[in-house]
């Protein structure tokens, strides 16, 4: 006569089959390192499950919708081992967990035209827009003097490559946490090995909600103030306009970041496709330009040209929302971002280095407000110009707003933030979120 078996101390298994119960006491009782897989041995060491009498038969439902029934019998005359009786159990779970995270890594990294396309729309848009302020940052109210656009432009080209390029898109990106990114997930992995991270890892997801609040009225208002150029008496509606603005930038990201791509993805593709084309018609005129790629003028600048150092303030303008790189990873897949940054790192360089020729051509002289990138456009081409870097900038927001949102939830899991309401507008993947007030509804507990 087969014995009873007994599982205790865990409320989610009330109602449930053994087989179920089974599976649910292993997953509590395992630890982060084998990820809630623990073998039948020790799930007994400890007490989670206990057996009243040694059985001679287990039975075990294994399927509740067709009612089936597998029996692990014990051979007769020998001693019953209950481990090895729910050993199939476990095995059976083991696979399918290893075969999910197969399949979830070969999804991570899929390519496909669409998620370019949606990877230009909700990432780039930041460090997209960062042409229209950063010569005209480096420049400032001083004379235009060739040794600091030379220089300038080096230390730009080494900061994309070094940190976006090495640093983002090569390492960081290798180190996701089940297909999010973000410090708190890079945290998260390596958190058992020096608990003491605790603190950066705070001052850092700290320093990225920082971002996210500046960068869109900073964005927007230096992308409509643009417009100026053209229509001088629209000084006086900058400011509702830039506010009408982020309040539909916001409204826009409760219909999922999915609906976002898709609308922001083609007018991004055509502006780095006006960027690259404007800035390869500007250093057509003048290859010299290339020569900023070597090293030697960026620590020409820094160590040698008198103040030189405190310019990297406005330098690594350029880099401004590389980190959405990597906490938007959930949302387009780490092989969509890869292969989308060889096109955006391309035009961005082109612009750069465009803007540098006409900076050269006009050394000696003060910019008074002029933007180098508006400089770079025909006459015929200033209005649409104008109106494609307004969207931009309107655009380059959303990818710190999205990543602000990922960082929210990773912060809420770990309990470095309150408990607030996360809605998941796309049903396609959980990683697509919303920050929402807890309003009446009452927040679940756990």
């Not at 001679?56 to 029934?69: G, Q, W």
């Not at 990773?410 to 998941?424: C, D, M, Q, S, T």
Request: proline content about 5%.
């Amino acid at each position: 006569m087969c014995g009873k078996i007994w599982f205790t101390g865990y409320k989610e298994n009330q109602g449930l089959d053994p087989g179920r119960q089974v599976q649910n006491n292993a997953k509590s009782a395992g630890d982060a390192r084998t990820g809630g897989r623990i073998s039948p041995e020790r799930l007994l060491s400890r007490g989670k499950i206990r057996s009243k009498h040694r059985p001679a038969a287990l039975f075990f439902r294994v399927s509740r919708k067709r009612e089936e029934t597998r029996r692990f019998p014990c051979a007769s005359g020998k001693k019953s081992n209950f481990a090895a009786s729910i050993a199939g159990v476990f095995n059976e779970r083991n696979a399918g967990f290893s075969s999910s995270m197969d399949e979830h890594k070969k999804h991570l990294d899929k390519v496909s035209a669409a998620g370019l396309l949606v990877a230009l729309g909700i990432i780039y848009g930041d460090i997209g827009t960062s042409p229209l302020y950063v010569m005209q940052a480096i420049i400032g109210e001083s004379v235009i003097r060739p040794e600091v656009v030379v220089g300038s432009l080096s230390c730009v080209f080494w900061t994309l490559t070094l940190q976006t390029t090495i640093k983002y898109v090569i390492l960081v990106l290798r180190a996701d946490n089940r297909g999010e990114g973000g410090i708190f997930s890079l945290y998260t992995l390596v958190r058992r090995h020096a608990k003491w991270l605790t603190i950066p890892a705070i001052i850092g997801g700290a320093t990225v909600l920082a971002d996210g609040i500046i960068t869109p009225p900073i964005s927007v208002s230096s992308a409509v103030e643009g417009l100026e150029i053209r229509y001088p008496e629209l000084e006086a509606y900058i400011l509702p306009i830039v506010l009408v603005i982020l309040t539909f930038i916001f409204l826009v990201q409760a219909l999922g970041t999915g609906v976002v791509g898709r609308s922001f993805g083609p007018i991004m593709l055509v502006w780095f496709s006006m960027l690259g084309v404007l800035g390869a018609m500007w250093v057509a005129r003048d290859w010299t330009i290339l020569r900023v790629v070597n090293p030697y003028y960026a620590y020409e600048l820094l160590f040698e040209y008198p103040g030189g150092f405190w310019l990297l303030g406005a330098i690594f303008l350029c880099t401004t929302g590389a980190e959405a790189l990597y906490s938007d990873m959930g949302h387009t897949g780490r092989g969509n971002i890869r292969i989308s940054w060889i096109f955006v790192k391309t035009c961005l360089l082109l612009q750069y280095f465009g803007q540098g020729v006409w900076l050269l051509e006009h050394q000696g002289q003060l910019l008074n407000g002029r933007k180098p990138i508006y400089q770079l456009m025909p006459d015929w081409f200033l209005l649409p110009g104008v109106v494609i870097a307004t969207l931009a900038a309107i655009i380059a927001s959303q990818a710190m707003i999205s990543g602000s949102f990922t960082l929210i939830s990773e912060a809420i899991r770990l309990n470095f933030w309150p408990k607030v309401r996360l809605v998941f507008p796309s049903v396609q993947s959980l990683l697509q979120l919303v920050v929402e007030r807890p309003g009446d509804r009452r927040l679940p507990d756990g």
